[in-house]
């Protein structure tokens, strides 16, 4: 059984209200049924997860490099189907944790590929409702929980700081 590997990323900004937001795109799968995903893509020869995650998020989105900070290795999903149906694949996916560092509203996409081409940023709640997939789901939860971890720790740090002063 060949395997395709795939790497993508989970890429999130913090508003201004200090809101957790994600970006998913829309498209169609090629089981005809239009999901909600977060941008991957296959590993090329001589690629790495990192370098493949950052290449098929700067091909699917067009969000550039040095526009994103890699927080961490989230997991990897599978997907392994019984049949030879059009649309079923066996693919692992590996994603990362990346967070947009620059203005998230200049995001322009347009119709590419099997892609609808529409993003949207949302919150927690709104994304677990609209991914299918509940493994991607476990992999944004877990990087959500990283996120208020993280920001935890910096709020109380930043506590410890100002108590000193």
Known sequence: ??????????????????????????????????????????????????????????????????????????????????????GHLDKDVTYFLFKYTWDPTALRLIQWEWYIWVYKWMGIAQILNLIYYEDLREIIRKGYFQIQWQQANQSVKQQFIDSLL
Do not use: H
């Open 1 to 86: 059984m060949d395997i395709i590997k795939s790497a993508g990323g989970i890429i999130y900004y913090i508003d201004t209200e200090w809101k957790i937001k994600f970006l998913l795109i829309k498209r169609q799968a090629l089981s005809w049924k239009v999901e909600r995903v977060a941008p991957k893509g296959k590993i090329q020869p001589g690629e790495d997860e990192k370098t493949a995650a950052i290449r098929e998020i700067g091909e699917e989105i067009w969000i550039r490099k040095d526009q994103l900070i890699r927080k961490s290795l989230l997991g990897t999903t599978s997907l392994r189907s019984w049949g030879k149906e059009r």
